[in-house]
């Protein structure tokens, strides 16, 4: 059974840099696609950024150049770098991991932004 463990989160002034991990545990990290997403209250869950076992990545518009998702092999890890944090960043940061039939997430981290 796949586990996420998400990590990072907290408050953060805007204009600044957070980052966000993501451990995966339970089965072989490099079949699967690896994504990160985010939910805003009363807003539909989005993607962020997401990056497949081939190394191909796509970012949402909204943080292209300013975010930066990335694969630690040897730790089993995700990880998302944000830069130039906006308040409109803010919301829960969750993991998912993609692979065949199979879908997981974790149980996500929560990020603020202050204006």
């Known amino acids: 059974q796949v586990q996420l463990v998400e990590s990072g989160g907290g408050l953060v002034q805007a204009g600044r840099s957070q980052r966000l991990s993501c451990e995966f545990r339970?089965?072989?990290?490099?079949?699967?696609?690896m994504g990160w997403y985010r939910q805003a209250p009363g807003k539909q869950r989005e993607l962020v950024a997401q990056i497949t076992s081939g190394g191909s990545i796509n970012y949402a518009n909204s943080v292209k150049g300013r975010f930066t998702i990335s694969i630690v092999n040897f730790k089993n890890t995700v990880d998302l770098q944000m830069n130039s944090l906006k308040p409109e960043d803010t919301g829960r940061y969750y993991c998912?991991?993609?692979?065949?039939?199979?879908?997981?997430w974790g149980l996500g981290t929560q990020v603020t932004v202050s204006s």
């Open positions: 998912r991991a993609l692979w065949a039939q199979k879908d997981y």
């Open positions: 339970g089965a072989i990290f490099s079949l699967y696609t």
